[in-house]
């Protein structure tokens, strides 16, 4: 890197936390621009909490495709989409198909990413004594029928091709990994590597390692432009703080380098930048139940689940929370909590956990920044300078581990030529 080099990561999510981390730990002069007052105030504020290398299936298939066309007539159903007409979606839906044939490369390239991401973020925590209430019990796959169960040994071979060892299980051991839960369950597949952890504590934690490491931590920062000229990247800002009576204007200043973490805001920043970038929103909920006494704590169970016909995925963050997330929502950039996505979760809860309360619980939604490919924009713009890692979609947590090291690497690369 060159003396005085100076590169600006535009997101603190986890995306952009990691990546400022490892260019900061590599020597980088780092500066990151975030719109809200926090770091990981957006989509990594409550997801499901997995880190899972066994999740890391594409959707871009023709059964996801049959079952999405079913689901979009029920709305408690795990897919929902306006059928109002956007170009925005419609051109996404269009290059999703378009990838199909892609599937089993692109399923490949996601669980190697994941398996690296875990020893990355593994690493980060222990460096820096991150507590974000991490659980290595396991992830366990379960299935209600079948067909459904033979569908995911396919699936399993794939992930396996790529280096992830998961293995089946009968419900006799099922009941042994989770003895809390109930209902209706033919078998599973368990991956004793995967883990979960509160995504919002680390980014969180890790956000304050980066600022003890000399990064500048712009926070309720708008950036409204940048402009690449002459090998260098205009930078135009603006501090967003109601408790600032006089906030200055728009302020410039011009950086050596940018990587572009920005979320479902991505996409403005690299038309501003000379590339396309089709990120879309595909809206996520979550509810955190509050287990507020040992009953409670002592029915919620301690493995991580994944129920792939209910698309829902449980984490245990610490003794007194239990969340679970999922659905996917095609509703421009609304973060609008409707409860009839909120009412299927809960009813879940109760199928499969009838010991556990819920009367205590926070509702969340976020947008998962997705590209139609399902795999993340990790490297180059078209301009120099100009770098990206995001649109990660529902496995920013699970990846971003390992596409900040590569991107940062590419940009260190880059600043020493």
Not at 122 to 134: K, N, T
């Amino acid at each position: 890197m060159k003396d005085n080099a100076k590169v600006a990561v535009i997101g603190a999510g986890i995306t952009g936390i990691t990546t400022a981390y490892q260019l900061a730990r590599k020597g980088a002069d780092v500066t990151v621009f975030e719109a809200n007052p926090y770091p990981a105030m957006e989509t990594s504020y409550a997801n499901g909490g997995q880190l899972s290398a066994s999740n890391a299936e594409v959707w871009n298939s023709i059964p996801t495709m049959i079952k999405g066309v079913q689901w979009m007539f029920s709305s408690g159903a795990p897919l929902l989409m306006n059928p109002k007409p956007s170009w925005h979606k419609y051109s996404w839906l269009a290059e999703f198909v378009g990838a199909i044939p892609n599937y089993e490369a692109n399923t490949l390239q996601t669980v190697k990413w994941a398996i690296d991401a875990r020893k990355q973020l593994l690493e980060m925590a222990g460096a820096e004594s991150i507590d974000f209430d991490h659980e290595e019990t396991g992830i366990l796959h379960f299935y209600e029928t079948k067909k459904q169960f033979e569908v995911a040994e396919k699936v399993t071979a794939l992930l396996k091709k790529g280096g992830l060892e998961r293995r089946p299980v009968t419900v006799e051991e099922i009941s042994k990994i989770e003895p809390t839960l109930k209902g209706d369950v033919y078998g599973g597949f368990f991956t004793e590597s995967d883990f979960t952890g509160d995504i919002h504590k680390f980014t969180s934690a890790l956000a304050t390692a980066c600022i003890k490491r000399g990064v500048d931590m712009r926070l309720s920062t708008v950036v409204e432009k940048l402009r690449s000229d002459h090998g260098k990247i205009e930078l135009f800002s603006r501090i967003d703080d109601k408790n600032v009576s006089s906030s200055p204007g728009q302020h410039k200043e011009v950086f050596d380098q940018v990587v572009v973490c920005a979320g479902v805001h991505s996409r403005k920043f690299a038309a501003m930048l000379g590339d396309r970038l089709n990120v879309y929103p595909v809206k996520g909920y979550s509810i955190t139940v509050n287990l507020e006494d040992e009953a409670n704590q002592a029915a919620a169970p301690m493995t991580s689940l994944l129920d792939d016909n209910a698309k829902l995925v449980t984490s245990r963050l610490g003794k007194r929370r239990f969340r679970v997330a999922g659905t996917a929502e095609f509703n421009g950039y609304s973060k609008d909590i409707v409860w009839k996505r909120i009412d299927p979760m809960l009813k879940w809860c109760h199928r499969h956990f009838p010991d556990m309360s819920t009367e205590s619980f926070v509702s969340w939604a976020g947008l998962r920044p997705m590209m139609p490919n399902m795999l993340p924009r990790v490297g180059k713009g078209n301009r120099p300078g100009v770098f990206y890692n995001t649109g990660h979609g529902h496995l920013g947590w699970t990846l971003s581990g390992a596409t900040s090291d590569i991107v940062s690497e590419l940009v260190i690369t880059e600043g020493a030529a």
